[in-house]
């Protein structure tokens, strides 16, 4: 992922792909912890970004266009909240409060782990301790009984701090290297219709 930070220096980031939205595959969707400075810094300094995607595999890459939104816990707020879905009768705040619940369901208890801990890439590293969270379950939604309450103050702290950084694409170009002479073509997005140009490889 590339933008423009305010100082006029271009970011770069390494984003692991979660999803696509499963009721619109205009939106892709990534982890972000809220107290991760530097990319949620660059997100509000710009967030109009390229995406490019490489799959050596199949001899493609895609470069996305698009937009970032977050959606972050509640109790946090975000400057660039995620649209309402056009084809959901639900609020815009409560479709992507659920969506974002969902992804924290489907993390491995590794992943949700690294919620609890410091922000990322700051230095000097943080003391052993900051890491001494290395699993944690995702705690079912019904009151815990049996659940000591410290181990839900964690949970609950680690899912405050989980984003979904959400990215609504406008435009991929495709460029295709499996076939000589390579292929490439262009995809705009304007709004419910999708404009395809060929261009020179």
């Not at 595959?25 to 107290?35: G, K, Q």
């Not at 698009?66 to 946090?76: E, T, W």
Request: charged content about 25%.
């Amino acid at each position: 992922m590339s933008n423009i930070r305010r100082s006029g220096d271009v970011s770069m980031h390494s984003l692991p792909f979660q999803d696509f939205l499963e009721d619109d595959c205009r939106f892709l969707l990534f982890l972000l912890a809220m107290n991760d400075n530097l990319l949620m810094g660059d997100i509000k300094s710009d967030p109009n970004v390229k995406l490019c995607w490489s799959m050596p595999k199949t001899k493609e890459h895609f470069y996305l266009q698009g937009k970032f939104y977050i959606a972050s816990a509640p109790i946090q707020v975000t400057r660039f909240p995620p649209p309402k879905i056009v084809d959901s009768d639900v609020s815009a705040v409560d479709y992507w409060e659920a969506e974002r619940s969902k992804q924290w369901k489907q993390l491995d208890k590794r992943t949700r782990a690294t919620f609890t801990w410091p922000a990322s890439r700051e230095a000097p590293k943080s003391d052993n301790i900051a890491f001494s969270c290395l699993s944690l379950d995702a705690l079912p939604s019904e009151p815990l009984k049996a659940k000591p309450e410290p181990i839900k103050i964690v949970h609950d702290i680690a899912m405050d701090n989980f984003c979904l950084l959400i990215f609504k694409i406008s435009a991929v170009e495709h460029f295709d290297y499996s076939v000589f002479p390579a292929k490439r073509t262009i995809y705009t997005l304007q709004g419910g219709d999708c404009q395809v140009v060929e261009a020179n490889p």
